[in-house]
């Protein structure tokens, strides 16, 4: 550790803030010298930039996972109630969703009332939204869509309650590429 904090104060990527005195060696303490760094993609050591975004993204990914299974788990008395419900249309799977309970929704659309989603968006349900959907969107409602999520994000970003509960958000928006079946030997 005192290699790499030493390695880090000589990089300019750490300060020493204060240090105290004791007996023997001065204990001191340190800090980052920025709030943020920008490490190029040559100076990591993933193959690809996919590699380096898998990376960045698997904490996030593993506790968004472990949170909403959490909640989940919390939902129904029983696992059997659980269920993977998937619905389409002649144009393919539309979406799939696991639900605590079997929805209440026709087979074709129909989203009134909340659709099959309605029960978790009452009020003494826990706040939890995973929801992933492919849209077929123009360039122009696909910039839109970026910018309200952009202004979504930062209105409750600024939302400070001291007795409030921490929330995981993860919104993702992206050009849905076709990624190639692998075939098995």
Request: aromatic share 10%.
């Amino acid at each position: 550790m005192l290699y790499r904090v030493r390695q880090f104060l000589r990089l300019g990527l750490l300060t020493v803030t204060r240090t105290e005195a004791r007996a023997g060696r001065a204990l001191k303490y340190y800090r980052a010298s920025s709030s943020g760094y920008f490490v190029p993609f040559p100076a990591t050591h993933a193959d690809t930039v996919q590699a380096v975004y898998e990376a960045s993204l698997d904490h996030p990914r593993r506790s968004v996972l472990a949170s909403l299974a959490q909640v989940w788990s919390g939902l129904a008395d029983d696992a059997r109630d659980y269920g993977l419900y998937t619905f389409g249309d002649e144009r393919g799977l539309m979406s799939h969703v696991l639900l605590p309970y079997r929805p209440a929704v026709p087979q074709r659309g129909g989203t009134a009332g909340g659709g099959m989603l309605g029960p978790l968006l009452a009020d003494e349900a826990p706040a939890v939204w995973n929801n992933t959907a492919t849209l077929s969107l123009s360039a122009r409602d696909a910039k839109a869509l970026q910018r309200d999520l952009y202004a979504l994000h930062r209105r409750y970003q600024d939302c400070r309650d001291p007795a409030g509960e921490s929330y995981l958000v993860r919104l993702t928006l992206t050009p849905a590429v076709v990624v190639p079946r692998q075939r098995l030997s």
